[in-house]
């Protein structure tokens, strides 16, 4: 494979060279203030640019002859300006007036060729590094519930968010819309394990951009996505030396440094360009366990520009380990958080006592490794070469290798034993285990309160090694009005799922401390290795597809094809049950665990995607557009069952129809788009991990129709000087049409998504003095697929302040900033029980995840 690997690198590097012109220059506002993250294009071509913190920017172009260029930002109008490129030199000064709008803004993402928003016959958002910098506190769901469409469950911590979006079912995560870093997926295939995307990227303020492009035209580039694509861009280095440095701390002892640097390598002329930002981290919260989140992580590039294009060379290095909340029980009936035995309010139950824990197995004594959380440690090493054959033919091809050492450990929420509550009396635990005594003890021997009540929880530990390799090819030729392209996505991973389930007994308090029953458990451990399982997973996809972006007078025409094959390969071990202690308790003496045998076996699935789209210009303020695509999604591999004889079960792509028309117009302060969509899903293979009597799990599949027909509005106001008003609302009929397993179900809404979202916000900036408010409302939705179980609708709000001035005679500045998320500590729960699922009840505890509690951060930006 390395042979291949580095012929293919050498055949993508050897063109010959051609002259190229170099454009720089600066952006700024009329006050003379630099504008950061502007983006600076020729129309109609790829060549371009985003300035730096400085508003600097600098590109090279092949074209020749006379080149508009285009410079647009959030909030200014759009300048355009004609040169003449000759391989001279170009150097531009540009002042941008107050006034644009959002569907001006210049977007990089699931096209070929670069167009305004205005111009893009798709739903899209983009945020730019001011706005990045406001939404982002921690998780991705903290920038993602901005976006129209989505709902983002939080409250889990900075990791694993759940992402929904626009009605499809899913288990939560990024199903249904990769997460890509500088166009290229952090997973090109969803379902080797269950760890979301998130686990192996962490925001930095090295990131220029967020891209999200939704609606199912996004499948045919790259990796393809059947609902949409969450680009971020990276820094570049430009011409200019620039660097930010950003400390902060917050609430419940965090502390944060935050870096980016980037300039030139090599004298005045050079051509080479570096980028480096990075993060350290430590934080004893959102909420105090005892149990703390430490890490790093590092990013960088190097651009290079050749004579007929550019190599860029990127990569991250991550040893980061982060905690994750899950639900814990609420008070029944108000669902509101529920006082310990201390009298306190219980926030969560995870306690640093259980990272003691360990036992003996047949392989030897295993030792949770739960006080690590969600560990990831590795990187990735991506090569993007771009390269001009002539005026009208490119390439662009990426390779990028990934490996990662990865661990998600986590506390369950219950003990799963069948018929016990979820908290209990000290009589209650007996009688659900038939036990006729006991003495309650706390590992030091005192003896537990009478009254105090009782809480059982499980511990699964989960290794999840991974390694990958992916590369993305694409010739786009333009011949008149069209601009075709012809590319190729190919994959190759691999991935260990290992999981280990442990149950221990904790009084109901924060920060429980563990319980031992006399005759039942051991250090607190109430069942060794409760459950075993041992995976190892690869997958291989190949893709190729073929598109047309047609630009006629008033119409632009998207067209395009996609056929794509997927197999994998999966290997299971068998359990049973070892003797491996002779205390004289069945639970403690015996385990769960894996014998050595493996069961394997292969699957394999093809299918073709094709997307249409078009859009009527009106007139220069109004556009009209609409799409339709046929997509497909493959099963998650982990998901696929055995028979006894071994054989793997059927594997086949689950359907999906899309479909959606819309407006977009944009005049003067006032910018707006809407639109009305339906999404359609054949043979959806639902799969649901539940409690098993025993306290391990067991694996519930439904095969699924579901239908959702939606409207979405967005809209940017700047309604006074340096004042906008910006929203978005949305809203979704949702409903299961066909259900195998229960067809009482078939009619029913889908579990996780609401009918209602929206966002709303206020914004002042005058280039000194910054402050914006954001409301982010989550409707009512059901947490099953019964709809047995209601959860209220949510309102999180979340400010930001700030002040820039000068430190300097050469442009330094300062920025004195401060966030509060969850301003008015506003109460609701993102999920029920997922391992409870349709058998979740209402009863004296309920089992839900709350959102985060308020937290105040305070940073100091540093640019120079």
Known sequence: MGKTIFTLICALTFFTGMAQTEISGTVKDETGTPIPGANVSIKGDTSGAATDFDGNFSFSSNLTGKQTISVSYVGYETYEKIIELNGTSIKLNIVLQQGGNALSAVLLTATSTTRSQKETPLSI???????????????????????????????????????????????GQYQFNPLQIDGMPVLSTFGLNSSAHDVYFRNDIGMKNLEFVRGGSSILYGVGSVAGIINYTSVTGGSQQKTTIRTEVASNSRYKADFVTSGPLGGEDSKTFYALSGFYRYDEGPLKTGLNTEGFQLRGNIKHLTNNGSITFSGQWIDDSVQFFLPY??????????????????????????????????????????????????GYFLTNFKHRFSDDLKLDAKLRYSRYKHQFNLFLDGSGVSGAKVVETQQ??????????????????????????????????????????MADIKFTK????????????????????????????????????????SGYSINGVTNRGTAYTNRNISSNKIAVFLTDEIKLDRWNLDIGVRYERA???????????????????????????????????????????????????????????????????????????????????????????????????????????????????????????????????????????????GFEGTWNWAFANNFDFAGSLTYQSHEITKSESNPEFEGNELRRQPNILSTVSVNYDNSKFDAGIIYNYTGKKFSNDANSIELDAIGLASLNLGYTFDVGENGETMRIGSQVFNLFNSDGITEGSPR??????????????????????FNATFNF
């Open 567 to 709: 197999s994998g390969d999966i290997e299971v071990e068998g359990t049973d049950s070892f003797l491996v202690d002779n205390t004289g308790i069945a639970n403690l003496d015996n385990v769960v665990w894996g014998n050595g045998s493996f069961t394997r076996g292969n699957v394999s699935a093809d299918d073709f995607a094709v997307a249409l789209a078009a859009l009527y210009k009106v007139n220069d303020d109004l556009s009209a557009y609409g799409n339709f695509s046929r997509g497909y999604f493959f099963p998650e591999l982990r998901g696929t069952r055995f028979d006894g004889f071994g054989n793997p079960s059927s594997y086949e792509t689950e359907k999906i129809i899309q479909g959606e028309l819309g407006v977009k117009y944009s005049k003067n302060k006032f910018s707006g788009t809407a639109a009305l969509y339906s999404v359609s899903l054949k043979d959806r293979r639902a799969v649901s991990f539940v409690n098993a009597p025993g306290g391990g799990f067991i694996e519930e599949v439904d095969t699924q129709d579901t239908s959702t027909f």
């Open 836 to 857: 409870l699922n349709n058998n979740q009840t209402e009863e004296e505890f309920f089992v839900g995840r709350p959102v985060l509690p308020t937290r105040v951060f």
């Open 329 to 378: 029980p609420l008070e029944g009936g108000s669902r509101n958080r529920p006082t310990g035995n201390d009298g306190e309010e219980v926030l969560t139950l995870q306690t640093a006592e259980a990272s003691d824990i360990a036992y003996a197995t047949p392989d030897g004594i295993y030792r949770s490794p739960i006080e690590d959380g969600v560990a990831t440690k590795g």
């Open 428 to 469: 209650e635990y007996l009688d659900a285990r038939g036990l006729t005594s006991g003495d309650f003890t706390y590992l030091n021997g005192q003896p537990l309160g009478a009254n105090a009540l009782l809480f059982e929880n499980r511990i699964l530990d989960r290794s999840r090694p991974l390694e990958e390799l």
């Open 478 to 517: 333009r011949t008149g009005n069209h601009s075709i392209t012809l590319g190729t996505f190919m994959s190759r991973s691999q991935a260990g799922d290992f999981n280990v389930i442990t149950n221990y007994l904790g009084e109901f308090n924060n920060r429980p401390r563990l319980v031992n029953v």
């Open 125 to 171: 958002t983009s945020f730019g590094v001011k706005e990045l910098s406001k939404l982002n506190t921690s998780s991705q769901a903290d920038v993602l519930r901005s976006v129209p469409g989505i709902t983002a469950e939080g409250g889990g911590g900075e990791v694993a968010s759940n992402i929904f979006v626009r009605g499809l079912p899913s288990g």
